[in-house]
């Protein structure tokens, strides 16, 4: 300590305290205080994202950056993507980018130290003018680009909140997470910060008082990071484990309905949403002549009807799992058109939009032609969470990713409105035609002269199944099955053949179908990835 003659109108050092740090050590203090205050603030604003995800139903930026970088990457980086994270696909990215987003939180800790610009030692525990004035700027700006940069994924809401609502609440939900980050972070930093003794005051009060702040802070942040961990746990107690489960097949056995426990589910989230139906409502807007809003009950008295439809998954290849028929109860599309009075001219696509963020659309022309359903109801009851409670669409003739499930909004547009999956490159057409084989199941050991029934689905889609062809031979003759009648124009078909092998060998079985239009299946072997697999489910049987 050198002994200078403090000036008296300094703020900075008055008559009974050292002078000022050097300016190395400053610059080193402030720094490492910062980068601390910018963790707890990180971390704050971390449980508070969990709570309102938890609570309100409200996307984590996390979420919403997954959101925006499977629409920004496309089908093969997808694939590596799942590939490189193999069962954690959708924990351990989200997980690394909330890391990441600490990590900048923690940083940017230090150009607050910049901005703020506070001597050290400093004065007091109450932050001044600028600092809250960086603080709420920095809380804005964050609000400000999260807001912009996710402006198409933040209409979601995990409680089914409609579109504008959702919309306003995320934003809400950002200003709520980058305030909390702007708050904790300037107390924080000045409850850090290396103090001078304020005159008439106890050196040994004074430093156990920037003792317990020091804790004080370190405390809430670790307190808020634990806390985020139980928020998370809670949040993935509800993680979808069952996404790419394939429709169960006891016994080599397909029932003509699959039973809603056994239906085969995808989804695109980390946790589904559970929606609140007194929250949730069904918007129809856009082009149409006389727009409206539905409670889940008033829905529910519009006219309805039943039908089978089969849904398949792009990503199901020949023989697969993939796929499973259900009864489904709702309302048309083109009802419903009609209760709003017609589209207007200009109505060349519907667009549906979900509580999950999920969006799509098809030509308007298309999705009435093949009578497209609003289901509420799946084999006689209530939609299962995981296939879209309460409301999703059905669009025979189209993959799955095409049948958005927790639908919110339904509009009326010129354009086609791209979606995750278009987005990405996957095709986006009428589904292929396909069939399979139930048994004989895989590489079956038949005895020379034994009857096997043979037994399998064909579908394609609204076109239906006209014929259903087997070969034992590899596909060099073929021979006729027998269909048995389709529960509507728009499920799966099943097919049956007898077959008595007398020759003992090694039999390369194969089916394929022609649709209802006339078209064969065709052979060509295709993979999934982009445009949905081709070619024909085959199976070896021996004769002993
Ligand atoms: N909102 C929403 N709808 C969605 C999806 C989704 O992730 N979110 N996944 C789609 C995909 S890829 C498929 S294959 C089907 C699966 O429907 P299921 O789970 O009821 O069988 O839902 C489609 N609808
Ligand atoms: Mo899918």
Not at 360 to 382: C, R, T, Y
Not at 429 to 446: A, C, D, M, W
Request: glycine share 10%.
């Amino acid at each position: 300590m050198s002994d200078v003659k403090p000036n008296p109108m300094s703020q900075e050092a008055p008559a009974s305290s050292p002078q000022g740090l050097s300016r190395v050590r400053t610059v080193l203090f402030s720094a490492v205080w910062a980068l601390v205050a910018g963790l707890a603030a990180s971390l704050c604003a971390t449980l508070v994202m969990g709570l309102l995800r938890v609570l309100a139903g409200i996307p984590t930026p996390v979420e919403l950056f997954g959101d925006y970088v499977l629409k920004h990457i496309n089908v093969d980086q997808f694939i590596r993507l799942l590939m490189t994270y193999g069962p954690n696909a959708k924990t351990a990215p989200l997980g690394q980018a909330l890391l990441a987003m600490i990590g900048i939180g923690t940083a940017l800790g230090c150009l607050y130290a910049l901005l703020v610009r506070i001597k050290l030692p400093t004065r007091g525990y109450r932050p001044g003018r600028r600092e809250w004035l960086v603080a709420l700027v920095f809380a804005l700006l964050m609000t400000l680009a999260g807001a912009a940069l996710f402006w198409k994924e933040l209409p979601q809401n995990f409680h089914g909140w409609p579109f504008d609502m959702a919309r306003n609440l995320s934003i809400l939900g950002l200003l709520c997470d980058f305030v909390v980050y702007g708050v904790v972070l300037c107390l924080g930093y000045r409850a850090l910060l290396p103090k001078y003794a304020a005159p008439n005051t106890d050196r040994v009060v004074a430093q156990r008082r920037q003792l317990l702040a020091r804790s004080g802070v370190m405390a809430l942040g670790v307190g808020a990071g634990l806390g985020t961990f139980g928020a998370a746990q809670r949040f993935l107690g509800d993680y979808t484990a069952y996404d790419g489960m394939k429709t169960a097949f006891p016994d080599h056995v397909d029932y003509p309905i699959t039973p809603n426990n056994e239906h085969y589910v995808v989804t695109q989230n980390p946790v589904d949403p559970s929606v609140n139906i007194n929250l949730w409502r069904l918007e129809v807007g856009g082009l149409v002549n006389k727009p409206g809003t539905y409670t889940y009950e008033e829905l529910q008295k519009l006219p309805s009807t039943a039908r089978a439809i089969t849904l398949e998954c792009i990503a199901n290849g020949p023989g697969g799992h993939l796929m499973g028929n259900a009864v489904w109860h709702g309302v048309p599309l083109r009802t419903l058109i009609e209760q709003h009075g017609g589209t207007q001219v200009g109505a060349k696509y519907v667009a549906f939009y979900c509580a999950d963020g999920y969006n799509i659309s098809l030509p308007l022309q298309e999705v009435l032609e093949v009578d497209s359903l609003l289901a509420w109801n799946m084999n006689g009851v209530d939609l299962p969470r995981r296939h879209g409670y309460p409301l999703r669409v059905l669009i025979p003739g189209r993959y799955g990713e095409e049948n958005p499930k927790w639908l919110t909004r339904v509009e009326f547009v010129g354009d086609f409105v791209p979606g995750l999956y278009s987005s990405q490159g996957w095709y986006n057409g009428p589904l292929h035609t396909t069939s399979r084989f139930n048994q004989p199941y895989k590489e079956s050991v038949i005895h020379a002269g034994q009857r096997v029934p043979m037994v399998g689905i064909a579908f394609a889609g609204n076109r239906g199944i006209q014929r259903v062809e087997v070969s034992v031979d590899g596909g060099t003759t073929w021979k006729e099955a027998t269909l048995d009648p389709p529960l509507s124009k728009d499920s799966w078909v099943f097919w049956r053949m007898n077959w008595q092998p007398t020759t003992p060998g090694t039999y390369t079985l194969a089916v394929r179908a022609t649709d209802g239009t006339g078209e064969v299946q065709t052979g060509r072997k295709q993979g999934t990835v982009p445009n949905g697999s081709t070619g024909y489910h085959v199976v070896t049987a021996t004769v002993k």
